[in-house]
């Protein structure tokens, strides 16, 4: 008996959505740079009894503010891409950067005025959770300047515009983190 090749209808794969892709990548990135901050997080609040006193809580707020302010000019460079709305996006950009960049600014006033060692337990907690955050502030800094020089030569349209999107994603993320190291930091005297 001859055995006959059979013709099977083939499926046709879907490929998958490169953005969306990217977009799960991100989040796990996230999610694995959460567990990062979170040691950090945990560090602070194992070391019982070590005290913020010595902080200068006004600059403490002000970067604070400063910060989410950034989320802000951030959240409008995106969604003015997304409508098509150059002109904003590169506003908003240029925005972030500079917000970003006076955070960092007042993160150096921070580090350069301590009146603690960073041979103490606060000393070394401070500054590796803010020196930890501040790597992350320069390197989406360094994203945010990229994602600028692309808008201006062109390269983003409503239809095409994930990198600024990724962008954002990230600096919220980073934004969030200083939501909980701020007060962790500043405001809880002695755990």
Request: net charge negative; proline share 3%; glycine share 8%.
């Given at each position: 008996?001859?055995?006959?090749?059979?013709?099977l209808?083939?499926?046709?794969?879907?490929?998958?959505?490169?953005?969306?892709?990217?977009?799960?990548?991100?989040?796990?990135?996230?999610?694995?740079?959460?567990?990062?901050?979170?040691?950090f997080?945990?560090?602070?609040?194992?070391?019982?009894?070590?005290?913020?006193?010595?902080?200068?809580?006004?600059?403490?707020?002000?970067?604070?503010?400063?910060?989410?302010?950034?989320?802000?000019?951030?959240?409008?460079?995106?969604?003015?891409?997304?409508?098509?709305?150059?002109?904003?996006?590169?506003?908003?950009?240029?925005?972030?950067?500079?917000?970003?960049?006076?955070?960092?600014?007042?993160?150096?006033?921070?580090?350069?005025?301590?009146?603690?060692?960073r041979?103490?337990?606060?000393?070394?907690?401070?500054f590796?959770?803010?020196?930890?955050?501040?790597?992350?502030?320069?390197?989406?800094?360094?994203?945010?300047?990229?994602?600028?020089?692309?808008?201006?030569?062109?390269?983003?349209?409503?239809?095409?515009?994930?990198?600024?999107?990724?962008?954002?994603?990230?600096?919220?993320f980073?934004?969030?983190?200083?939501?909980?190291?701020?007060?962790?930091?500043?405001?809880?005297?002695?755990?």
């Amino acid at each position: 008996m001859a055995a006959t090749a059979t013709s099977l209808p083939v499926a046709e794969h879907a490929h998958p959505d490169p953005v969306h892709l990217k977009r799960v990548g991100l989040w796990l990135f996230f999610f694995s740079e959460s567990i990062l901050f979170g040691l950090f997080l945990s560090a602070r609040f194992y070391l019982e009894g070590i005290q913020a006193e010595h902080l200068d809580q006004a600059l403490g707020l002000g970067i604070t503010i400063v910060l989410l302010l950034s989320s802000v000019t951030a959240y409008t460079a995106e969604t003015a891409i997304e409508h098509d709305r150059r002109g904003i996006a590169v506003w908003g950009l240029i925005a972030t950067i500079a917000l970003g960049l006076v955070f960092m600014a007042g993160v150096g006033i921070e580090w350069s005025t301590a009146h603690f060692s960073r041979h103490e337990a606060f000393g070394t907690v401070f500054f590796s959770m803010t020196g930890l955050h501040a790597s992350h502030v320069v390197s989406g800094v360094g994203l945010l300047v990229l994602a600028l020089i692309q808008l201006l030569r062109g390269r983003f349209s409503s239809k095409d515009h994930w990198p600024i999107s990724g962008v954002v994603m990230y600096w919220h993320f980073v934004d969030v983190v200083w939501v909980f190291y701020y007060p962790a930091l500043y405001l809880i005297q002695g755990v």
